[in-house]
């Protein structure tokens, strides 16, 4: 719990002691006490803190300090222990709900991957696409990457006697959040198809609109 140690050693001085434990990360957290002689000099003592001592005491050793000094380090230690243990503890549960956000983050991306439907997110103020899955390209007959290299893409496609029906859906869209409408597009072959569009403004948690989906 607590390293006491002379300064003064035959084989190794207190100061290199330190040094080894305080570099040991089994022994880095245990506190050490260096006993000096009435001669210490300054000097020693900040070589001493810089090599990872927690406190001095000078001989002749007052009994009464001693005990004091050891018990104030076994304190200290105990709150470090404890803070240590609860550190453990929280990197343990932030590894594994990061772990269980990694799982559930792969399968709704196999979910959506795997989907008939289009979903789509799109930016609040250009309508610029951000995501768009892979359904896209069976109903449009479009790779999903140009609908998020051009962002008028999906606008080019619907036909031309249903723009009207894209105008209105956004003005719902601005006085309700979400709207619904059907429209068709024509697609690269010359085929026309029937779309049923449910879209809403996405809210983030402080309740401000931050995008469309």
Known sequence: DVVLSDVQMPDMDGIELCRRIHN???????????????KSTPQMRSQGLEAGASDFISKPIDNVELTAKIKAMLRIKHAEDTLRENNAQLEEIVARRTRQLTDSTERFQ????????????????????????????????????????????????????????????????????????????????????????????????????????
Request: net charge neutral.
């Open 24 to 38: 040991n990360e089994n022994t880095a957290h245990i506190p050490i006490i260096l006993i000096t002689s009435h």
């Open 110 to 213: 196999t979910l959506l991957q795997s989907l008939n439907d289009i979903v789509w997110t799109a930016t609040l103020d250009k309508g610029e696409m951000i995501y768009i899955n892979p359904a896209a390209a069976k109903i449009y007959g479009i790779p999903p990457s140009d609908f998020l290299t051009n962002p008028k893409r999906w606008r080019e496609a619907i036909h031309p006697e249903d723009c009207w029906r894209i105008e209105e859906r956004t003005a719902k869209l601005r006085v309700h959040g979400h709207a619904e409408v059907e429209y068709r597009i024509l697609r690269p072959d010359g085929t026309v198809r029937w779309i049923h569009d449910r879209s809403s403004v996405v809210f983030d948690r402080q309740g401000t609109p931050v995008r469309l989906g």
